[in-house]
């Protein structure tokens, strides 16, 4: 069973597209967030790349935590063998309605992550695959906070949410630079090869810039049975 609150403090302990033309409607805009430019090329080095071993499914049902993203662990500095000019690419599917993600907001959302060299789901909040050792998928939302280093939360997923609002949709493409750079990943669902950009699917389902208790309110108690089920805003976080 989900318990939100369990989901938020586990989530705050932890050290934290090009999309298609029949995706893509013309009415939806796309952004493309400059972070650096003018970047020189480095050369690469021939050492092996890090190779980084995330929990299994087993270890997330442990952990209670109801977060699948949770025991990613995040690279550190991203990509030290190649240097390029850094850019999130955006699209909005949707737009969303009230306070605007900035930074230190919290954010409950859902998103799927793939490898664009692949199309592989690396990392999912939706569940509906099985994890690479043979475990069903797990249905649950993420609580991030924004401007702080969350496992698995790469810098370039936190710059694409930024303006979105709740009931938001968005495709965001983060390049290797700011994914998980020169880190060989073992993520749940898939293997990440270093280098590698990310696609993001994401929807919003709650934006705070008041703290935790907004984020969760009348959400406390979903996933635990009986009338807790019934509570306003339970739909989001527990599967139909």
Do not use: W
Not at 182 to 211: C, K, M
């Amino acid at each position: 069973m989900l318990n939100v609150s369990v989901l938020y403090r586990a989530s705050l302990s932890c050290r934290h597209a090009n999309a298609s033309p029949q995706t893509v409607g013309r009415s939806r805009r796309c952004l493309v967030i400059a972070r650096e430019s003018g970047a020189r090329k480095v050369e690469k080095t021939s050492r092996t790349p890090p190779v980084q071993v995330l929990a299994t499914h087993k270890d997330l049902s442990r952990r209670n935590v109801g977060v699948l993203s949770v025991a990613l662990v995040a690279a550190q500095g991203l990509n030290k063998d190649v240097a390029y000019a850094e850019e999130v690419q955006v699209v909005d599917v949707a737009e969303g309605s009230g306070e605007k993600i900035r930074r230190s907001s919290l954010v409950l959302l859902h998103y799927v992550g793939t490898v664009d060299s692949t199309g592989e789901v690396f990392d999912s909040t939706r569940g509906g695959l099985n994890y690479r050792d043979g475990g069903p998928g797990v249905f649950r939302p993420a609580v991030i906070t924004i401007g702080q280093i969350s496992p698995g939360v790469v810098e370039g997923l936190q710059q694409g949410l930024m303006g979105m609002s709740a009931g938001g949709k968005r495709t965001i493409k983060v390049p290797a630079s700011l994914g998980f750079g020169s880190t060989f990943v073992q993520a749940p669902y898939n293997f990440v090869p270093e280098n590698s950009d990310l696609t993001y699917e994401v929807e919003i389902l709650r934006v705070s810039n008041s703290g935790p208790d907004e984020l969760m309110k009348f959400i406390n108690f979903c996933g635990q049975g009986g009338q807790s089920q019934q509570e306003k805003g339970c739909r989001d976080i527990v599967q139909p």
